[in-house]
């Protein structure tokens, strides 16, 4: 099946409540808020690590603390569970749309060589530059998508669960 990237939109209660949880009860907590579409929910599928690669030149299972950039992929404060779960509480929101609008899609994509993608082994196993335009075009999409949730978690003051597994 793979992993899976999804950004939750939650309320202030809902964070607190998981700030209380551990291990299997936080991502089976999790897994029935999404499952119940209560809450608004953006799934990047596998494209997580590719895209954090594309912008900050290393892969997401090292994330570099205090990068806008990096934390709008894997969020800004872990919890400490089996599974990768993180939050990004509202008050950080700004300052992530703010690096995000500034990044250059167009430039980065164009320049991309998906062969440092396989060699530096960025998940998932799929970047070849005989598929360059899908892969461009899917990656600037989930940079647009992730983009426009976040500004919708802004303007509804949200906080962001993201899972990854």
């Known amino acids: 099946m793979g992993f899976i990237a999804n950004y939750m939109m939650i309320d202030e209660p809902t964070l607190e409540r998981f700030m209380k949880l551990d291990g ?32 900050t030149g290393v892969s997401a299972s090292e994330p570099i603390d205090g990068n806008k950039l990096s934390e709008s992929i894997v969020g800004v404060h872990v919890f400490d569970v089996e599974d990768f779960v993180a939050c990004t509480e509202y008050e950080e929101l700004e300052a992530i749309v703010l690096e995000l609008e500034k990044v250059d899609m167009e430039e980065l994509l164009s ?3 998906f062969s440092k993608f396989k060699k530096k082994k960025i998940y998932p196993d799929i970047w070849y530059n005989n598929e360059r335009a899908q892969l461009a075009k899917e990656l600037k999409q989930e940079w647009k998508g992730l983009l426009d949730f976040y500004k919708k978690s802004i303007s509804v003051k949200m906080h962001v669960i993201v899972s990854i597994y």
């Not at 991502?27 to 690590?49: F, Q």
């Open 24 to 55: 299997e009860e936080l991502t089976e907590a999790i897994d029935e808020l999404e499952e119940s579409g209560n809450n608004d929910v953006y799934c990047m599928d596998k494209l997580w690590d590719g895209l954090h690669f594309l912008m």
């Open 111 to 113: 320049n991309v060589d």
